[in-house]
Every structure is written in structure tokens, then in C-alpha cells.
């Protein structure tokens, strides 16, 4: 069987450090590895239409922007495919075929969708669209015979689903689509990637996030406004490390050698962590200590990102060649679909 990786994001606003550490990283990491004989990763523009189907714009001024996370972080159009969904047509005939194999029950009872319609309040007018997400995602994943998809906690009701879709086709027309496998973070605490303010998950609609491309003024002042301890009011007050988001931020992100160059009084976050739980340490010098450890994470992405972002042109030749390649699969992979479903009439 062959190893094809497909990733993607919805192009509704830059990409954050939940991005990075929910799934960027672990694109990377894939990259380097290699032994892949596939690598998509997908504008998921069409998807993010379902809930701004009046602001295109928004969607479309996205695209660029998402891209140029992507090549800033690393991510190399030599060894990845990058693509835009909705200018992949196959991707809706695999959708329109998927929907007669999920019941509008199914569909309401995805956490994920349940717990995404609770974001956006809909208020009874839910887009079908929207709803049905992991239909299409699953058009998205088997129009490209994808075996891997890296992607955080969250995600994995929609990969579930995914797999049902495909073994309820494989049963009515033979094997013809492959089961695909998630792939979390190593990292439990990047699941999902508490938000600045402690809330349950890094969210642009919720204003909560350090992007990826924020300045470094803006980093330190989200970080320094982070929520720790309430009951750590004064240095010599004992402190609790559970649930406080500094300390969730630097078990995802600390290195030992941060030790060293930032903070050599401690060997390692359980010597900081220790101190902070019998009292002495106070909150604004962890907040410096992780300020500074987000600085240089983040510094050499920004500043990538400047440099590809002086020339736009480059970014949508990538866009364009890798779109043209995705269609041509996507197209065969639909012939062989329908071939097996017995509707292809003229072939």
C-alpha cells in the first residue's frame, strides 16, 4: 500500500501556535522523515465558505495568507503538494456520492460538528454545507487514496467518520477506497493547544491565539496577559502548575537548553515547576522565561514570512502547478469510483 499524507486548513485567518503544534509540526517532522509516496497538503477554501458563504473575500485573501504560514514554517513545495479545494471539481461528485451513505442523524451526533455548530450559534439556520464537513472531508481524503492524516484530538470523530463512509462504499461496490489513519501529535498537551485566556482550545473566532506571524511586541503582550494561578497572589504564595497556562505553554514548547540560556537557576521544568507549586516564584518571571522561548520560536517564521510575502506571484505558481497535479489524480480516482459503482456510462 502506498503512503499518501493529506493535510489541509480552512483559509479563514493566519495560522497560530495551535496550528503549529496541533499539526504543522508534525507535517514537518513527516517531511523530514520522507518514505512517503504522497504529500497534499490542501486550501481548504470551499469548507470554509460553508460558514462565509457572504464574505467571500475573506476566504479568498486567506489563501495567500495561509500559504505563506506554510512556506514560512518550512513546509517545501519540491516535497509537498499544495492545492485549492475548490478548484478541484472532482472533490464535489465524491462528496454528492458519499451523502447517500450518511443519515442527517449521523451527521448531528459527530462530536466535532456538534461542538463546532456550538462556536458559530447558527441558531437553528445551519448551513448543509457546514453540516455536512466530514462528508466532505472524506471526499477530500479518498480522492486521493490518503492513508495518513495528521491532525489534532479534535479531528478524530471526523476521521472516524471518514473510515465508516468508506467501508459502507466498499461494501456495496467492492474495495475500492482505502481507510485512513490519523496521526496525532507526540505531545499530549498539543491535542489542542490552550487558548491565551486558559480556554479549552487556540481559537481565531474566540481572539485567543499567538500567530505565527505576530510582531514581537504583540507576543509579549499576549504572553504577559496570560491567565496563571488565581489564588497566586503574592511570590511567597504556594502555586498550582495544573491548569495554569503558562506552564501548559512550556511543557509544549520548553527545551533544556532554554534552561541554559534563559534560565540557568533550574535544571528543568520540574525544578521550575516544583518551585512555583512551594511558593518564591512568581508569575512575570515564567511569563519572561516563556515570553522568550516563543520570541525565538516564532522570529525566523515572521521574518520568513515578510521576505515571500514581497512576492505573491511566486506563491500562486505553487498553488497553480500543485492544483493542476491534485485534479489529475482526483480525476482518475473519480473514473475508478464510478467505474466500480457501474455509472460510468461512455467509458
Do not use: W
Amino acid at each position: 500500500m502506498q503512503k499518501i499524507i493529506l493535510t489541509g486548513d480552512r483559509p479563514t485567518g493566519r495560522l497560530h501556535l495551535g496550528h503549529y503544534v496541533g499539526s504543522l509540526k508534525r507535517r514537518l517532522q513527516l517531511q523530514q522523515a520522507g518514505g512517503y509516496d504522497e504529500f497534499y497538503v490542501m486550501l481548504a477554501d470551499s469548507q470554509a465558505l460553508t460558514d462565509n458563504f457572504g464574505n467571500v473575500q475573506k476566504v479568498k485573501d486567506n489563501v495567500l495568507e495561509v500559504m505563506l504560514d506554510y512556506l514560512a514554517v518550512g513546509l517545501d513545495p519540491n516535497k509537498v503538494t499544495f492545492f485549492i479545494q475548490s478548484e478541484v471539481s472532482e472533490l464535489t461528485e465524491f462528496t454528492f456520492y458519499y451523502m447517500n451513505l450518511v443519515t442527517l442523524a449521523r451527521l448531528e451526533r459527530n462530536p466535532t460538528v456538534k461542538e463546532e455548530l456550538k462556536q458559530k450559534d447558527f441558531s437553528g439556520t445551519i448551513p448543509m454545507g457546514f453540516l455536512t464537513y466530514p462528508v466532505s472531508q472524506t471526499a477530500d481524503i479518498t480522492a486521493f487514496n490518503a492513508t495518513i492524516i495528521p491532525v489534532g484530538d479534535d479531528q478524530l470523530p471526523m476521521i472516524e467518520q471518514a473510515r465508516e463512509i468508506v467501508r459502507s462504499f466498499n461494501n456495496l461496490y467492492g474495495k475500492t477506497l482505502v481507510e485512513p489513519q490519523a496521526v496525532l501529535p507526540e505531545n499530549e498537551n498539543c491535542y489542542r493547544l490552550v487558548g491565551t485566556d486558559g480556554g479549552a482550545k487556540m481559537s481565531k473566532s474566540l481572539g485567543n491565539c499567538i500567530y505565527l506571524s505576530d510582531e514581537a511586541e504583540d507576543i509579549k503582550q499576549k504572553v504577559f496577559s496570560m491567565y496563571t494561578d488565581p489564588n497566586h497572589i503574592h511570590v511567597e504564595d504556594p502555586g498550582k502548575v495544573e491548569g495554569n497556562t503558562v506552564f501548559t505553554y512550556l511543557d509544549v514548547f520548553s527545551k533544556p537548553e532554554d534552561f541554559e540560556k534563559y534560565l540557568p537557576d533550574y535544571k528543568n521544568l520540574d525544578e521550575l515547576k516544583a518551585h512555583y507549586k512551594r511558593g518564591g516564584l512568581g508569575d512575570m518571571k515564567i511569563k519572561k522565561f516563556l515570553n522568550s522561548i516563543l520570541q525565538d520560536l516564532i522570529a525566523p517564521i515572521r521574518e520568513r514570512r515578510k521576505e515571500l510575502a514581497k512576492q505573491p506571484e511566486n506563491i500562486f505558481e505553487i498553488l497553480k502547478v500543485g492544483t493542476q497535479k491534485a485534479r489529475k489524480v482526483a480525476y482518475a480516482n473519480l473514473i475508478k469510483l464510478k467505474t466500480n459503482m457501474g455509472i460510468n456510462y461512455f467509458n
